[in-house]
């Protein structure tokens, strides 16, 4: 099935820096979601989108919606050693019809 | 305190026997799901149920099998007809459009 097209694959920052990733795809969503997984475990739901342009955020996690409803990017501020992990982006149509993106690995230099 | 619960968390088995990877929750949720994911890569979905006594192939379902025949549980088996089954097995529950919440995985590897 189809593969959202998620970049960057990975990222090497300094603690404190701001990380953006974003996900585009072909097709048009009506939700988009970000998860974060660490080593060995489940993804986690950070946030959730139901609205093209909606602008949501969690902490230090900003997520939109893109207006074309085909994108969506999700930012860190002033990361720090925790948010290591696996980040994925996630569109869902209608019903069973989600996706996700091939994720992208944060590493935090402290 | 409601959740999935996947397990066990690692499991051995030799090649050619089949193995039954077990996904519980008790969120009340409709809908569950398998999916696999290999090093590197993001989640294949492998089987889907959206409601008790149906289930739906997904992506990848060829050499697994799945039952729901209750609400909480949607155990997966891996077949011996699955070519190379050793991979980390995810699964996950969802009401409908509220996104999907994941199991904390269940690591296979066959010897």
């Known amino acids: 099935g189809q593969q959202l097209n998620q970049s960057p694959q990975s990222m090497f920052i300094q603690e404190g820096e701001d990380v953006s990733m974003n996900c585009t795809s072909s097709?048009?969503?009506?939700?988009w979601l970000w998860y974060k997984q660490d080593p060995g475990e489940g993804p986690v739901l950070l946030i959730a989108?139901?609205?093209?342009?909606e602008l949501t955020s969690n902490g230090r996690l900003t997520a939109q919606f893109g207006i074309t409803r085909k994108d969506s990017f999700l930012n860190i501020s002033a990361s720090i050693p925790s948010d290591v992990g696996i980040y994925f982006c996630?569109?869902?149509?209608?019903?069973?019809?989600?996706?996700f993106g091939a994720g992208t690995r944060l590493t935090v230099k402290p | 305190d409601g959740g999935i619960t996947q397990s066990p968390k690692y499991l051995f088995r030799k090649e050619g026997q089949n193995v039954t990877l077990s996904c519980e929750q008790n969120?009340?949720?409709?809908?569950m799901y398998w999916y696999r994911q290999d090093p590197g890569q993001g989640l294949r979905l492998i089987y889907y149920?959206?409601?008790?006594?149906?289930?739906q192939k997904g992506d990848i379902a060829e050499g697994y099998s799945v039952s729901r025949e209750k609400k909480e549980s949607f155990p997966l088996t891996v077949t011996s007809a699955q070519k190379n089954p050793t991979a980390f097995y995810l699964c996950?529950?969802?009401?409908?459009?509220?996104?999907?919440?994941f199991g904390p995985g269940t690591r296979l590897t066959v010897l």
């Open positions: 149920s959206q409601i008790v006594n149906d289930f």
């Open positions: 969120l009340n949720h409709d809908a």
């Open positions: 097709s048009i969503f009506n939700t």
């Open positions: 996950a529950s969802s009401n409908r459009d509220w996104g999907e919440y």
């Open positions: 996630a569109g869902q149509y209608s019903g069973r019809d989600m996706r």
């Open positions: 989108l139901y609205k093209a342009g």
